[in-house]
């Protein structure tokens, strides 16, 4: 098959895009690999990297769950920041036996994971 066994970019599409795109930049402070008015990409230490782009369309619902999850290795940690920065962020919870993260949400409702892998 000629896809790769890889991910290559997350996409997220935003309709306010630069207000989101500089809360995503304060939040988490990544990498930016290229930016124009209508994209923004965040280089990632490993794995696919993270691509912000300006909607076509005037109004997005946002998913009701997160579809990725960004590694931490202090989720009380990432958590106190988000609260810090006045982001929206849920309570610490579990996620199976040996994860536990919580979400943070972007200025258009979008739902994101902050996690620990636990021991492996």
């Known amino acids: 098959m000629p896809v790769k ?11 306010d895009f630069k207000n989101s795109k500089e809360w995503y930049k304060k939040m988490f402070n990544f990498k930016v690999a290229s930016e124009s008015n209508s994209h923004i990409v965040f280089k ?3 794995g696919p990297s993270l691509t ?3 909607a076509q369309v005037d109004h997005i619902t946002p998913l009701p769950y997160s579809v990725f999850f960004f ?11 988000f609260k810090n ?3 929206k962020v849920d309570d610490i919870e579990p996620f199976g036996v040996d994860m536990r993260g919580c979400h943070v949400y972007d200025p258009e409702g979008n739902m994101i ?5 636990g021991e492996e």
């Open 5 to 15: 066994n890889r991910i290559s970019r997350c996409f997220i599409h935003l309709v």
């Open 44 to 46: 990632m230490d490993e």
């Open 52 to 54: 912000l782009l300006q």
């Open 71 to 81: 590694e931490t290795d202090d989720v009380e940690k990432t958590f106190q920041e």
């Open 85 to 87: 920065k006045g982001a």
């Open 113 to 117: 994971l902050a996690c620990t892998l």
